[in-house]
């Protein structure tokens, strides 16, 4: 099962946050992905939200522990519009675009139902609609809502928030760190093999010079 709230584009159906052309995402495309199971009675229903951005194993393991608090989880997980994550992470974030981070999140085996363009705070209406039982967060700093508020506020009322470690110490920015690094030693060892070739094409350019110098003299 699967939640959607109207996706924004900009012109030429580039989302207006990433650049990225979006994907032509159909419902046939998600539940493909979506595992289509609906909560069952005895079910424990967890609810977490964020970008779930570049998923990796991080991302993996937190869910993992999430499913392991109940013997009947049912894992729903809210996915932020582009917009909303790159307001609170900045930079250039989110690097994968929504349509792209809704089918990763919903091919993990630890996922029951993705909602796609989530609110930033966890309200009531949203517990009662999906009858959430159990709200969880990573140890990941929680950025305040526009208006300067707690987002987790209702759920920390209602004593049903709960602080997750997935283990791992890998992060988004950690990931987007490496490549960057990654990429500036290619380039580096790029132009460090450019610039030795050149100079054996000039020394062979020049030897030719020299060569033709020499028959042109040995003429005269």
């Not at 307001?87 to 974030?93: A, H, I």
């Not at 999140?105 to 039982?133: M, N, R, W």
């Not at 470690?165 to 030693?185: P, Y």
Request: glycine share 6%; charged share 25%; hydrophobic share 40%.
């Amino acid at each position: 099962m699967f939640v959607i709230i109207s996706i924004p584009q900009g012109p030429k159906g580039l989302s207006s946050w990433t650049g990225v052309s979006q994907l032509l995402q159909t419902s046939q495309k998600i539940i493909q992905f979506a595992s289509g199971k609906e909560p069952q009675p005895g079910d424990t229903i967890i609810y977490m939200a964020g970008a779930f951005d570049l998923f990796y194993i991080g991302h993996v393991d937190f869910l993992d522990a999430v499913s392991q608090l109940s013997e009947k989880p049912y894992v729903i997980v809210g996915l932020h519009f582009d917009q909303e994550v790159n307001r609170y992470k900045g930079k250039n974030y989110p690097i994968m675009n929504i349509h792209e981070r809704t089918l990763s999140v919903l091919a993990c085996q630890y996922v029951s139902e993705v909602v796609i363009g989530a609110p930033y705070a966890v309200t009531k209406d949203l517990l009662e609609h999906f009858k959430v039982d159990l709200v969880c967060h990573g140890k990941t700093e929680v950025f305040p809502d526009r208006d300067g508020s707690d987002p987790y506020a209702v759920p920390r009322k209602m004593g049903i928030l709960q602080t997750m470690d997935s283990g791992s110490s890998l992060t988004t920015d950690g990931i987007v760190q490496r490549i960057i690094k990654n990429r500036l030693l290619f380039e580096a060892r790029n132009q460090k093999k450019e610039a030795k070739e050149m100079a054996v094409i000039q020394a062979m350019n020049r030897r030719e010079e020299e060569k033709a110098k020499e028959r042109t003299q040995a003429v005269l």
